[in-house]
């Protein structure tokens, strides 16, 4: 994996271990007791939607990597509280969705919007600083 593929991973685990976090929290919970508990399935249905996307080769796209990261995660993390005996209810899994959607894949429309403004920006200041030729 390139470096650009592993830190798409790590932020990847830190936006799905910040929405665990977040939801704890927002119930009153012990967030650092029960993080683990709320986390795991999600990381490891997001270690499935990397492998099934193959995000690694475009680690920041948004068709289809953001969008297959984003649904296997959610579907594959929800089964997983299922068997476990982890609570699936109905606002939690609308919520869940949603949140992870703008996670997942909010931050690749991010980074393709710097990426534009970037690459817009490069193409007009290097008009600039060319001289004409005499």
């Not at 270690?47 to 953001?66: K, L, N």
């Amino acid at each position: 994996m390139t470096r650009a593929s592993v830190l798409a991973f790590l932020l990847d685990v830190v936006l799905v271990v910040a929405f665990a976090a977040t939801g704890r929290a927002s119930h009153d919970s012990d967030v650092l007791a029960g993080l683990w508990t709320t986390s795991w399935p999600f990381l490891a249905a997001l270690v499935v939607a990397w492998t099934v996307a193959r995000a690694w080769r475009s680690p920041t796209g948004i068709v289809p990597t953001g969008v297959v990261v984003w649904v296997v995660t959610v579907i594959g993390g929800m089964l997983l509280r299922a068997v476990s005996g982890q609570g699936t209810a109905l606002p939690f899994v609308i919520v869940a969705t949603l949140t992870l959607l703008v996670l997942l894949v909010g931050w690749r429309l991010i980074a393709r919007g710097i990426r534009a403004l970037r690459s817009r920006r490069g193409g007009h200041s290097r008009s600039r600083d060319v001289a004409p030729r005499a």
